[in-house]
């Protein structure tokens, strides 16, 4: 817990803002109730490093929940900031950029010919299931329990990510009939999709799934899994929903269908494809992207969206990422993997370490982590000893069991050593005073 006074501004200023923001906080896994304690107050961020208000310094792992891929304010990303900011905020008319920044997203992702812009992953997770069930004229979706595609009525039904740890994966006030049209199988289980889809023939619009679990920490698919998908969407008419909001861009330069070779029918961004920006994103083929208004009659809009500032982010952002970029942050991955792995096995600790590129997750548990059930069987209290250790070492962990971690462009092996180092010296006292 953070109980010295190194948080004790952190501490004042948590406790002022819950009279005026609920939790305290604008989102639900800020207010650390995965791990219990004060969270860090930003001051500011640099490469691979936030500053908190009580002046201490960590090695982020956070990255804003995954958007800074290249690291806190990148040169580039600032300037092609700097430079949008002085020709003016936001227009509500069309800008070049936003047809720029549509083509680079249609070159890395092959499934994609074109593109909406919104303003967060709800909204565009929101946007393509709207899109799906015009598109097939039918109303019931199939999402897995513990996967997170934001905060829509239809996606809070056996959710992911925050509604585990404050325990409302099904939240209040979705209406009952909303509820009714979410359809919950088992992630990296083809049969209890299958049975979903028998039990409902003709009826389901689409099967939304993370191609790599993130919100019930980081949960690869198993071999066959999204191929599977694959094949019982094409089987029912029903259309596939990749929700690459954390992992487009992320886990390979065309995201999570370019990693697997799967050609899903619509895919969602957000995060990384704003650099820190608000931006989220659906795409898809022409044949179905076209029904949304103004050429088709899907109704979606939004004030903001496509703003060039955040545009330019964007591109900024993906510009910087090239396959060498890639291959950097396999590297680091791997040798992050690799060092906590090794001391797990020499220790005998109870422990694995599940990866895709440069997303982990760190479970409490000797067996493989295939689905929340499995996540949520982990050993929580020693997660949140290992976290607050690491954090009073330096080192921002996801506060949450259930949350991925990651790394950017500005971690360098020098600096993961310096984790690693850390990490199974705290490991090694945990399992030596519960005599593990
Ligand atoms: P946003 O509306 O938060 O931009 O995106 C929602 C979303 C959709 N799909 C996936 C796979 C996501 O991971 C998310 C958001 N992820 C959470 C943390 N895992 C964002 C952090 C937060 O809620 O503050």
Known sequence: MNTNGRYSRSRTLFRDAQSVIPGGVNSPVRAFRGVGGT????????????????????????????????????????????????RGFSFGAPTAGESRFARMIIERVPSVEMVRLVNSGTEATMSALRLARAATGRDLLVKFAGCYHGHADPFLVAAGSGTLDIGVPDSPGVP???????????????????ALLQAHPGRVAAIIVEPVGGNAGCIPPVPGFLEGLRRLCDAQGSLLIFDEVMTGFRVARGGAAELYDIRPDLITFGKVVGGGFPIGA???????????????????????????????????TL????????????????????????????????????????????????????????????????????????LGRGYYLAPSAYECSFLSLAHTRETLNGFLESAV?????????ERV
Do not use: C
């Not at 179905?288 to 591109?315: C, E, K």
């Not at 109870?350 to 895709?356: G, H, S, Y």
């Not at 010296?425 to 005073?433: A, E, F, H, K, W």
């Open 39 to 86: 969270p860090p107050y930003v001051q500011s961020a640099a490469g691979a490093y936030v500053m908190d208000e009580d002046g201490n310094r960590y090695l982020d792992f956070v990255g804003s929940w995954g958007p800074m891929i290249v690291g806190h304010t990148h040169p580039a990303v600032l300037e092609a900031v700097q430079e949008t900011l002085k």
């Open 176 to 194: 009952k009939a909303v509820a009714a049209g979410t359809l919950i199988a088992r992630f990296n289980d083809l049969e209890s999709v299958d």
């Open 282 to 316: 659906y795409a898809g083929p022409s044949s179905i992207m076209r029904q949304v208004a103004p050429s088709g009659p899907v109704y979606q809009a939004g004030t903001l969206s496509g703003n060039p500032v955040a545009v330019s982010a964007g591109i900024a």
């Open 319 to 390: 510009e910087l990422l090239d396959q060498e970029a890639y291959r950097t942050l396999e590297a680091l991955g791997q040798h992050v993997e690799d060092g906590l792995t090794r001391a797990i096995r020499e220790g005998g600790w109870p422990m694995v370490v599940q990866r895709v590129g440069s997303m982990f997750t760190p479970f409490f548990r000797s067996e493989p982590v295939r689905n929340v059930d499995d996540a949520s069987d982990a050993d929580m209290p020693r997660f949140r000893t290992f976290f607050h250790a690491m």
């Open 425 to 433: 010296g705290v490991l090694t006292g945990i399992m030596q005073t």
